[in-house]
């Protein structure tokens, strides 16, 4: 696929926000809590050659009925972007972009006039807004590119575009949940325009560990990076995702060390 028609398709995608249509099949109860497992084998992929993309839920060429979305969670995607290579200069308006880098060097550059690199261990978020482009590219010739990258609904549309980055110490999130994005900036983390929060997690072997809901009505989808954990008798390995909802808090046990990404959002 041509980098410029992938552009095009990346941008216009359907904002299908009937729950209903996702939670259908796959769905298990146990108390009030209600869970969707995504095993990392279901999500879609594609190989661009200078990018390789595996997609939580529908977006671009790849399209699946049932995974449009987790709540306000429109994007999960996992890519591997070549060395120098990238996504071209393309518009994004009201969206809430959020991009973690697990390996290697992300070069930015947007019409706000930021540039920028991010690796790992930063965080970068993204409020579109009214409007704003953007090119992301591998800043080496000689390394791959990881991210992953979501984007969120926001929570008041058109409002002023905004950029920011921020390193998040690694220590932070040992065998604890470190907050990296919420609606306020607190605890230190990065403001994104909707009523949700992200946390890491690095959690050992043996650790029992307890998510508690920051707003009510809120769901999680909760992204295993590497590992294995287990949720309310679903075991997840790597790659592996599960959605929550109708729960106040619910509980990890982790049967190989782990890396996790916690995604809380409104589910409507």
């Not at 699946?64 to 518009?91: C, E, I, S, W, Y």
């Not at 080496?140 to 058109?158: A, G, M, R």
């Amino acid at each position: 696929m041509k980098r410029n028609h992938f552009l095009k398709a990346m941008v216009f995608l359907p904002a299908v926000l009937s729950v209903k249509s996702i939670f259908a099949s796959l769905t298990k109860k146990e108390g009030n809590m209600k869970t969707i497992i995504h095993p990392a084998a279901s999500r879609g992929f594609a190989n661009h050659g200078w990018l390789k993309a595996y997609h939580s839920f529908s977006f671009a060429n790849y399209y699946n009925p049932d995974k449009m979305h987790f709540g306000l969670l429109r994007v999960l995607n996992d890519d591997t972007v070549a060395p120098g290579q990238g996504f071209g200069t393309h518009p994004h308006d009201n969206m809430e972009i959020v991009t973690i880098p697990l390996s290697g060097v992300l070069e930015h550059k947007d019409s706000l006039g930021s540039i920028g690199v991010i690796k790992k261990g930063e965080v970068q978020v993204m409020s579109a807004g009214t409007g704003v482009t953007h090119s992301e590219y591998n800043n080496s010739d000689k390394e791959e590119v990881k991210l992953l990258q979501t984007w969120i609904f926001p929570k008041k549309k058109n409002v002023k575009p905004r950029y920011d980055q921020k390193v998040f110490a690694e220590e932070g999130r040992k065998n604890k949940f470190q907050k990296i994005v919420s609606p306020d900036s607190s605890d230190g983390s990065l403001m994104i325009n909707q009523d949700a929060y992200y946390f890491l997690g690095n959690f050992e072997k043996g650790i029992n560990t307890s998510y508690s809901i920051n707003s009510p009505g809120n769901g999680v989808y909760l992204f295993v990076m590497e590992g294995a954990i287990e949720i309310d008798g679903n075991k997840l390995g790597r790659r592996d995702a599960i959605g929550i909802w109708e729960a106040d808090k619910f509980t990890v046990s982790v049967s190989e060390n782990a890396e996790l990404l916690v995604i809380e959002m409104p589910m409507n």
